[in-house]
């Protein structure tokens, strides 16, 4: 008895809830759906979120743009783990250079997304020189 009695209770709760968050989550679908999103999606700074835009997103240009500078972060900051690893072989300060080198990598990769982010959030096309000119030479020989 008790048990039908809050589980119509509960019923009438989850409709209520269902209710007011619908709105919201009708406009969270649709914002996934957009290019905005997408772009969003590919530059946030994880490592795999380029292969998303790789993978799925290949014949939007603009999030495949994207996921392509996002893509040269991830290889800068695989040279930095390479370069920190390298140093950790010299004897003393070696360790202390590696991690100013890994520390370095991070920063540099975190500096890159946060930038891709901003620029397309503000609307400007600002692209820093070097990952642009490296973007270029990798599109040359493998796209």
Known sequence: MKFEKYSAKLEELKAKV?????????QAKSFINTERFRIYLVTLPLF?????GFSFYSNQAEVYRHAKLSFVGVLYFIAFLVLSWLFSFIPVVGPWLANLAHLAGVIIYLGLSGLL???YTKGK???PKLPQEHL???EKKFF
Do not use: A, C, M, T
């Open 18 to 26: 269902l209710d007011l968050l619908s709105p919201y989550w009708n």
């Open 117 to 119: 982010l901003y620029n």
């Open 136 to 138: 270029e030479l990798l």
């Open 48 to 52: 795999g979120n380029w292969l998303i």
């Open 125 to 127: 096309k600002l692209v």
